[in-house]
């Protein structure tokens, strides 16, 4: 099919809000595009392959404007004055062409498949001379593109889509191509299990909805991590597990998901990185001491003092994040143990529908005696709050955050991918006055005055809504940076202000500059409070009113393990208000 088509798609999406709208739009679309459907899907998601696999198309704005250069006549000083001014090469591209006008006689027209094919080629390019057979790719595309088109084409090799697509819009828009409406939990589970769209959606093509049910757990493909609910206090936590669960330490690192097919092992991150290079050590005690041919266990890598056992803080093992270079040396410097606490498949076998218990007995045979750095999580099986109450003190001299209580029922599967109470996590922070810090998105800045003057002075921050995959604001963030974290915000935002709001963000607040939602901080408040500016849970305790934090704080975390869709969800909040409400009652009974 013309790449035209699906073009005019990507702008259709950017110009309306209305989620509905998107997923009718997109569903009827792959209905139409035959076997092109998995281009169709990555290039929707502005990429040539699923995150996991670690494919960059790596092209520099310099090279785009040399191609832009070639192609339209115009210095590539001049287009760099525009980028100043604009802010958006798509855009530039798209505004250059229309000026253009007439056609070159000897174009092509541009398919699917013929950009998808030169992009995959481009992002496979590396070593020497890669970058110029990226030009030549690309302006092999560029020359044939219409103004529209070009304007698609650079954003996705800038890797700036920025059309606001949710994954779970196009979950959505899948079912109801090849299925129903209601074949939207399939497909999700599905997702979880082997989170690549494209993928699915072309099996959804050839073998329909029945044919995304036989989609299997494959080792070496990251499974969505199963995440904790929370609740306030270690005695409802007991009540809601029926009485009796097994309580775990709550390791306070990374999270680690190992898989090991043969000899062979992959480490994905929490954001289904894969963050096997960075870990050669924890890599090689699992091939050595992980009993199975095949295998997946879930875990949490913590910086660890080897020669006196101690836990170190979290800070120590981010420092290893995103090094390629150094990881022997890092791994010497700040060595880390995986405390594995689950295990999701085994030779050949999907265990995430077993019991937890079941599947802790399978963990601990499967992990040879004697690693230094493979380790199995501590819990204890409790029924009593004052027991419960003693391990969490342990835990937390231990040097943990707390700990995560899990049910042991027969329903006590391994939910991939949900947040849910089969697991339940009591921090040491749910002391405080506010439950737990929460992971907030930055969806925009104010200009700072006095002596933040040339910064920002506050933040806008917002909560995740999984119903409609929007951002919603929660609070304004302007405390707990140090100077030098202040200087650097503007630099490092730069690449993802926006001219206006991104679709996804809904905002009363008008902030002095829009921000792709990207970053995500860790912010502790002093209560959750109603607020008539704030759009998270708009409407939903009170009419005209939404949920703010306030008196936030950045905590100095940086949520680099999460991406936006990761942050807290407006339904924490709402339940977090909740919880808090009924804790002032217990606390001041009458
Ligand atoms: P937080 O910010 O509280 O770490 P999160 O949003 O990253 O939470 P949750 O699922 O809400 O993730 O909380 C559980 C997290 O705690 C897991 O993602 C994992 O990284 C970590 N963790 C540490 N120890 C355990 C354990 N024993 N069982 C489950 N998760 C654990």
Redesign the pocket.
Known sequence: MEFKKLAEILSEIESTTKRLEIVDLISKFFKTVGDEIKYTVYLLQGKVAPDYEGIELGIAEKQVIKVLSVITGKKEDFINQLLIKVGDLGQIAEDLLKEKKQVSLFSEELTITKVYNNLLELANKSGSGSQLRKQQLLQDLLQNADPLEAKYIVRIVLERLRIGLADMTIVDAIAIAFGKKEDADIVERAYNIHPDLAEIAYIAYTRGIDGIKSIKITPGIPVR??????LPSLEEILQKMGGVCSM?????????QAHKIGDKIKLFS?RLEDVTEQFPEIANEIREFVKAETAIL???A?PYNLDTGEMLPFQAVSQRRGRKYDVYEMAERIPVVV?F??IIYKNGIDLTMRPYPDRKVELKNSIKEGSLRIRL???LIVSRTDDAEKFFNEALEAG?????A?NINENSIYRAGA?EYL?I?Y?RDYQLEMQ??V?LVVVGAFSGQGRRAGSYGALLMAVYSRQDGTFKTVCKLGSGFTDEQLDNLPRLFQKYILKERDPRVESQMIPDFWIEPHFVL?VKGAEITLSPIHTCCYGLIKEGSGLAIRFPRFTGRW?E??SPE?A?TEDEILEMYHSQKKKIIQDNPG
């Open positions: 991590s199963m995440l904790a609910e929370r775990e330490y709550k390791y306070d690192g990374l999270r680690l929490r879930d875990g949490e913590v405390f606490f689950d999580a501590k819990n943990c955050e707390g700990i995560v899990k947040r697991w996590k921090k737990d810090t992971d860790e949520r393990d999460k990761d807290t």
